[in-house]
């Protein structure tokens, strides 16, 4: 039986999974239209690509073009580059939240979220906290199809210098071969990886949920 085309909203398009994530949706033959919603447009052409501008401070606005057949949601930053705490939540926990709420209403099948090892609400670290509440919370919004991506260091180059990342990439891949059991969901993984898995499992039968970088790893 053939598999009936499908359409894709992809949020975050010019971080590092996002990225990957757009060549994998534009080459993807189960897709005929792909839509990028972003804060400024990319040097980029396709057939089946539309790009459009949206005001992230005003979420409202562009709740209409939240609607596909699946949606990818690559958003997130750091806290040095938000620039505060405040800041950092609003973009990796609020508007994330927002859009999984506008998808879920506008009838999306499968929503991808990229979110972080150690994702988790319980945690003391601020970081994990915010992400943890975030899936938690998606997980109230959205009542379709759900793909939880929580990679560990990501290895590939970066628009922005992140250098504690840099160093990380050259040490943690070494340490690889030696992360077994309960660790293995601390290898480093290539972004590219992670952006085949998030397309791969938009068309897979799974009743899994959650998926670590070593998972990752195997359906990518």
Do not use: W
Not at 94 to 103: G, M, S, T, V, Y
Not at 125 to 131: E, H, I, L, P
Request: net charge positive; aromatic share 8%; glycine share 6%.
């Amino acid at each position: 039986m053939k598999t009936q085309s499908k359409s894709a909203v992809l949020f975050g398009a010019t971080g590092l999974i996002g990225r990957f994530v757009l060549v994998e949706l534009l080459k993807d033959k189960r897709y005929h239209k792909v839509v990028i919603l972003s804060r400024r447009p990319l040097d980029i052409t396709h057939e089946k690509l539309e790009q459009q501008i949206v005001d992230f401070d005003n979420l409202l606005s562009f709740k209409s073009q939240v609607e596909a057949d699946h949606l990818y949601c690559c958003l997130g930053t750091t806290i040095s580059k938000a620039g505060s705490k405040a800041e950092f939540i609003k973009i990796d926990h609020d508007i994330p939240l927002r859009i999984a709420k506008f998808a879920n209403e506008n009838g999306v099948r499968y929503f991808a979220l990229v979110s972080s090892v150690g994702a988790n609400v319980s945690s003391a670290n601020f970081y994990s906290n915010t992400k943890g509440m975030l899936e938690e919370n998606i997980r109230e919004q959205f009542q379709q199809k759900i793909g939880i991506f929580r990679p560990s260091l990501l290895l590939g180059e970066r628009e922005e210098a992140r250098t504690a990342e840099r160093i990380g990439q050259r040490v943690l891949p070494l340490l690889n071969p030696l992360l077994l059991g309960r660790l293995k969901k601390f290898k480093a993984i290539k972004a590219e990886t992670v952006a085949k898995a998030m397309v791969n499992i938009a068309f897979t039968d799974t009743e899994l949920t959650v998926f670590e970088s070593d998972q990752i790893e195997i359906i990518a």
